[in-house]
């Protein structure tokens, strides 16, 4: 296997394994923001701008995956 066909699969690994874990964060976050308004309806509005701010903290590690993966490709 030639250093080209490695680069590739590094930057798979990097995407694949750096947005996995996000995600699963998203759902469970989400999954909780959910148990807590049907709990709770009154308090909607705070958990919901709670729960975008977790998802948008979540979301910024798989967009250093995509860097690393962006990386390993052109350097």
Do not use: H, Q, W
Not at 6 to 18: F, H, P, T, V
Not at 44 to 66: H, N, S
Request: a neutral charge; aromatic letters at 6%.
């Amino acid at each position: 296997m030639d250093s080209e066909g490695l680069k590739y699969i590094a930057m798979a690994l990097a995407i694949g394994l750096g947005s996995l874990g996000p995600g699963i964060g998203i759902g469970l976050l989400a999954n909780g923001a959910l148990n807590a308004i049907g709990r709770n309806p009154e308090a909607e509005g705070k958990i919901r701008t709670l729960m975008i701010l977790g998802i948008a903290f979540a979301e910024a590690i798989a967009i250093y995956a995509l860097v690393v993966a962006l990386i390993i490709k052109f350097v």
